[in-house]
């Protein structure tokens, strides 16, 4: 008898202990799918494209519109906390997959981001990342005036991300592509910025192809070639090195609708590839990444290629698969 | 006895493995440190260990041993207990693994320990399966050339070399005629650990990143949200430890009372 009331109490206390700890929470949250971060002289604008469904939000599919809310703030902690306020659920970033940056938002700001997301989870390290190239009181307008602005705004980045690189890569320095906002429509631009620390080099859309082609990103890639738009749909990257010279070498599959490119068109690609990895040799940033090449050809501290040095003899060759 | 005799290498190696996946990386240790201060110091281990596997069959098992090992199993089943509770807290906000602690704790007493063998040998298979998604998933942002960059050459600062109550106590839960391999226990951990530094490594270009971070970065196209079925294979495997941690101390347990009673009579 005695034995069974010590049972019944033993049960009785796990099984309060368990429901002591069961917690019912609400799963209709405010779903962030993307971050847009500004800096002005001194504010700083935090704008989270979210959704916010009657039902489970916990799903890339929900269905409710999305929306945008921006909050101005001096630091960026307070802007973050302030724009959290307007959301009409409690914000969840466990979806948040993209990160748009204004044109003059700084690497400090940058890397602030990135510590508080290594913190406390708001958003993610491997986000994609790109630039908004609107002010922001422009885009403000444009949200007031254009209803479904931030769902084009989400269904152009989720487009556009094959092309994205990802906030990790900002301290090595990385092309961030740019869209842009005009009368009420949003497009990507097709040009891209080169941001590593204080540095800023401007990339038109045939510059941002070639860099996209040679870091061997996938998509389609369309140059305009002896006046013709040749379209690339895959392309394999290849490196030869010989001491202090370098052979580059793309084997291009074309795209369907283009026809199979002649010699003087090879040959401009090839130039336009030897142009830009030779110009940003210049300004001191290795493209294709050659001094590593060259350590892993010769050994660790023994590379014959240096970005110190002057850029090495390149010379590119490119050749379209057959029919 | 009976449940000594059929206590698995595979239970063991899964405990370790899951014990060693949980094990945060030193900010600023390089691949190539990894690679030989752990190699070093797993090689260590695995001499100690064999050390101590002769020494407890050839001398007679003090009590005060027995408690003591009891002790080491209990801070182990601590340690992956918190650790637990801390990813159910911050991934899933919820309560739910100190919830049910009591049930583990009471399921890992009662069953004996050659019960643990056959979850282990399911588990593995999730844990194979589990990695295999997650190479498949952060394979395309890993690039070769930050091995070759001087953050990833230096040997400035050294890795921190875990120990695990199962390198030590394994011979007082199995039979005289444990298989070599487990040993090899060490290496486990070692594995463990260059498989982490080298991901976080070849995606993030250094190891200033945490695990989790790892597994947000999964994506394979537009779907990028694997890193919480991840999260939740190792859970599981955590609740298994912490089923198998407290069985491996009940049987210690007894064992040492039974001494204490053999001692007295």
């Not at chain 1, 504010?43 to 101005?72: F, H, I, N």
């Not at chain 1, 090595?172 to 941001?195: H, K």
């Amino acid at each position: 008898m005695r034995r069974r009331l010590r049972h019944s109490i033993g049960t009785l206390l796990l099984v309060g202990w368990c429901l002591l700890f069961l917690r019912c929470e609400t799963t209709e949250k405010s779903m962030v799918r993307a971050l847009y971060l500004a800096q002005n002289e001194a504010t700083v604008t935090v704008g989270l494209l979210y959704q916010a469904p009657e039902a489970s939000a916990d799903a890339s599919e929900a269905s409710a519109a999305m929306q945008m809310r921006l909050a101005e703030e001096s630091t960026l902690e307070k802007a973050l906390s302030s724009v959290q306020k307007k959301l009409p659920q409690k914000a969840d970033y466990r979806l948040c997959d993209f990160l748009m940056i204004s044109e003059n938002t700084s690497e400090e700001m940058l890397s602030a981001y990135e510590t508080i997301v290594l913190e406390s989870g708001r958003g993610r390290a491997a986000a994609k990342a790109s630039i908004l190239a609107v002010s922001t009181e422009e885009l403000e307008k444009q949200l007031e005036a254009a209803e479904g602005l931030p769902d084009k705004l989400l269904d152009e980045l989720k487009q556009e991300s094959g092309r994205m690189p990802r906030l990790y890569q900002h301290r090595d320095g990385m092309f961030w592509p740019q869209l842009t906002v005009q009368d009420e429509e949003l497009s990507a631009a097709g040009t891209s910025v080169f941001r590593k620390g204080e540095q800023r080099i401007k990339l038109d859309a045939q510059q941002t192809a070639v860099v996209q082609l040679l870091s061997g990103m996938y998509g389609m890639h369309t140059f305009w070639l002896a006046e013709e738009p040749v379209t690339i749909r895959r392309c394999s990257v290849s490196f030869t090195l010989k001491g202090e010279s370098v052979l580059l070498r793309l084997d291009c599959q074309r795209g369907d609708e283009t026809p199979q490119p002649g010699a003087a068109q090879c040959a401009q690609l090839a130039r336009l590839c030897t142009q830009t990895v030779q110009s940003f040799w210049q300004q001191g940033i290795d493209l294709v990444h050659l001094q590593q090449r060259s350590a892993l050809q010769y050994g660790v501290g023994r590379e014959k290629i240096t970005i110190k040095n002057d850029c090495p003899q390149l010379q590119t060759v490119v050749r379209f698969l057959p029919e | 006895m009976q449940g000594q005799k059929k206590l698995s290498f595979s239970a063991l190696a899964l405990s370790v493995w899951t014990a060693a996946l949980a094990e945060s990386l030193e900010p600023g240790v390089s691949l190539r440190g990894m690679l030989l201060y752990g190699g070093l110091g797993a090689l260590l281990l695995t001499g100690i260990s064999a050390v101590l596997c002769v020494c407890w069959q050839q001398t007679a098992v003090r009590q005060v041993w027995l408690f003591a090992a009891v002790l080491g199993l209990l801070a182990e089943l601590f340690r992956t207990a918190t650790q637990a509770q801390s990813v159910c807290r911050q991934e899933f906000h919820s309560m739910a693994l100190i919830g049910l602690l009591p049930l583990l704790l009471w399921a890992g007493c009662r069953i004996p320990l050659s019960g643990w063998d056959a979850p282990a040998r399911v588990l593995w298979w999730f844990v194979l399966l589990g990695e295999g998604l997650c190479l498949a998933g952060i394979a395309g942002q890993m690039e070769w050339f930050h091995l070759l960059e001087s953050d990833a050459v230096q040997l400035a600062r050294l890795p921190r070399v875990p120990l695990y109550a199962e390198y030590l106590l394994w011979p007082f839960l199995m039979e005289e005629t444990a298989p070599r391999r487990i040993l090899f226990l060490p290496w486990l951990t070692f594995l463990a650990q260059v498989c982490l530094a080298a991901g976080i490594c070849l995606v993030f270009g250094g190891t200033d990143y945490p695990e989790q971070e790892l597994l947000r970065a999964w994506s394979v196209g537009i779907f990028s949200r694997m890193d919480a079925l991840l999260l939740l294979i190792w859970l599981t495997c955590a609740v298994f430890r912490i089923g198998f941690l407290c069985a491996a101390a009940g049987e210690l347990w007894k064992k040492a009372t039974n001494c204490r009673k053999g001692a007295a009579g």
